[in-house]
Structures are given as C-alpha cells and as structure tokens.
C-alpha cells in the first residue's frame, strides 16, 4: 500500500538556521502531498500541499516541491524560528484517507 | 464557525469500561476520519465516512465502533476498553480526500 517515509526527530536547530525535513513516499498512483504541522498541545493544522508533479507549496516561509522523479516532497524553510518548534508530518492521499508519516519534531533555540 | 469540536478533552477509563468519542463539524463536509495518535507512530487512521450512513475501517479498527447518522457528528465507540488503547484520539473532517483536513484539538485517553 502507499506509504510515507520522513527524516527521524528531533531535529534542534539554532534561531535563523536553515531547515530541510527529508520526505518520501510510495504510491501505485499519483496522490496529493501535503505537510501538516502539530503544535504543542493541538491538533494538526495544513502547513501546504501539492496536487500534481513539480508544483511547489508554500506558506509561512516554509516550502515543498513535489518530485514525481525521485518521489520526495522535502519541506525547507530558509531561517527559522523559535514559533516554528513543532511536531511536522508529511502525508498523502490518492483519493484515499490521509497516509501520514511518523512525524519530525522540531525544536528552534534562540 | 466552531470547525471540529472533539469532547471529552481527557478522559480516564478502567479497563473494560465502555465510552464515545464525540466529533462535530460546522462546515458540512461529508468526509470525517478518526486517528490515534501515539509516541513515535504518526497517526494511524482507526475509521473514516465519506458520508452520512457510510463508513469504512481504517488501519487499526479492532476494539472501536463508528456510526454516521448525520453530516456533522461522527462518535467513536470504545467498546471494552484496554490499556492498549490509551493514546490522543483526533477528529477529522474534509470536503475529499485530496482536501485540506481540519483536526480538532484531540481527547487525550488514559486506560488503566
């Protein structure tokens, strides 16, 4: 069945340092990727998404392209900081529920 | 909008005790899921509707129910409880699959 495979946690970083959370996945067809971030006490919120090979979702700063080729969706962001300490999960869907990966904690340390 | 409201925010259960999850939406989105979520496993889809009446088994179905009477509410049944099932449950709903996902602030189980 489809899958998603991302980089290990923690990952600590110092404020304005350079992020890349490493994201894979298996699929049969061509799903939807998204990364969804979970902060501290609640629930996950959409971060961004891509529907179709070589889109690149955006938001907040951070971004994702969509890599048909090598089947990643890395998520970057060029300077972080200490509000970006959260759990993030990459996932997809091919019209299907949600498959999430196991999820990358993050913590920025001013 | 209230979006996904989930209640209780905790609960605390013996074993064997049977409890519901409750889950409602405002947005009139047909697709709902629940997951549990536990240290170092993501989040692993329990069951899910893609409509009033309409429901279907996720990853990890055994030990809970779910039934679908109306668009907005969407109650998880732990049947016997066990200590296997303590974990944050989290509510969902969705226009489709491919759609932004709304979670509600999760319940927070503790069996003992």
């Known amino acids: 069945g489809d899958s998603v495979t991302q980089m290990e946690g923690p990952v600590t970083l110092s404020e304005e340092a350079f992020l890349t959370i490493n994201c894979t996945y298996t699929?049969?067809?061509?799903?939807?990727l998204f990364w969804y971030v979970q902060y501290p006490g609640e629930g996950l919120q959409l971060l961004l998404k891509a529907t179709k090979a070589d889109d690149k979702g955006s938001n907040k700063g951070f971004e994702a392209t969509y890599r048909k080729e090598t089947t990643s969706f890395h998520l970057e962001k060029g300077s972080v900081q200490v509000s970006d300490s959260a759990v993030y999960f990459c996932?997809?869907?091919?019209?299907?529920?949600?498959?999430f990966g196991k999820g990358t904690r993050l913590s920025v340390i001013a | 909008n209230a979006g996904v409201t989930q209640t209780p925010k905790f609960q605390v259960l013996k074993t064997g005790q049977s409890m519901t999850l409750q889950c409602a939406q405002d947005?009139?989105?047909?697709?709902m899921s629940w997951y549990r979520q536990d240290p170092g496993m993501g989040l692993r889809l329990i069951h899910y509707?893609?409509?009033?009446?309409?429901?279907d088994q996720g990853e990890v179905p055994n030990g809970y129910n779910v039934s679908r009477s109306t668009t907005e509410d969407f109650p998880l049944r732990l049947l016997s409880a066990a200590p296997s099932q303590t974990s944050v449950y989290f509510c969902?709903?969705?226009?489709?699959?491919?759609?932004?996902?709304?979670f509600g602030p999760g319940t927070r189980l503790t069996v003992l």
């Open positions: 509707s893609v409509g009033a009446g309409i429901t």
């Open positions: 699929a049969t067809g061509y799903p939807s």
């Open positions: 947005m009139n989105h047909e697709y």
């Open positions: 996932a997809l869907s091919d019209r299907t529920p949600l498959v």
């Open positions: 969902a709903s969705m226009r489709d699959f491919s759609d932004t996902q709304y």
